[in-house]
Nanobody, 127 residues
């Protein structure tokens, strides 16, 4: 079992950058595929990016490709989301999620695949 805690959200100007982090507590973080999701007001939660256990495969939603970067440091039990060139459509609550994969590699791209979720961190754009 793992607990997830996001950090790094806040106010950012359009065109600016922000780095979110998600630290996991619990054993064998290296056996979890990780993902970042977001939910904007009035919208459904959507996947932003996913990363495999060893970071050998990465997925980005089309809307963030080329602007966001997901990475992980298994020694620190942490996954990151570097957000660059932020725009109004990026304002949302961002959640990290973990999918325990002891016997398989590969990405988890669907919400139902993730058993563990953080509490979320809000990203807002300043006017």
């Amino acid at each position: 079992q793992v607990q997830l805690a996001e950090a790094g959200g806040g106010l950012v100007q359009a065109g600016g950058s922000l780095r979110l982090s998600c630290t996991a507590s619990g054993p064998r973080f290296d056996l979890y595929a990780m993902g970042w999701f977001r939910q904007a007001p009035g919208k459904e939660r959507e996947i932003v990016a996913g990363i495999t256990r060893s970071a050998d495969e990465i997925y980005y939603a089309h809307s963030v490709k080329g602007r966001f970067t997901i990475s992980r440091d298994n020694a620190k039990n942490t996954v990151y989301l570097q957000m660059n060139s932020v725009n109004a459509e990026d304002a949302a609550v961002y959640y990290c999620a973990a999918d325990f994969r002891p016997m398989q590699t590969g990405l988890a791209l669907q919400e139902y695949e993730y058993r563990y979720w953080g509490q979320g961190t809000r990203v807002s754009l300043s006017s």
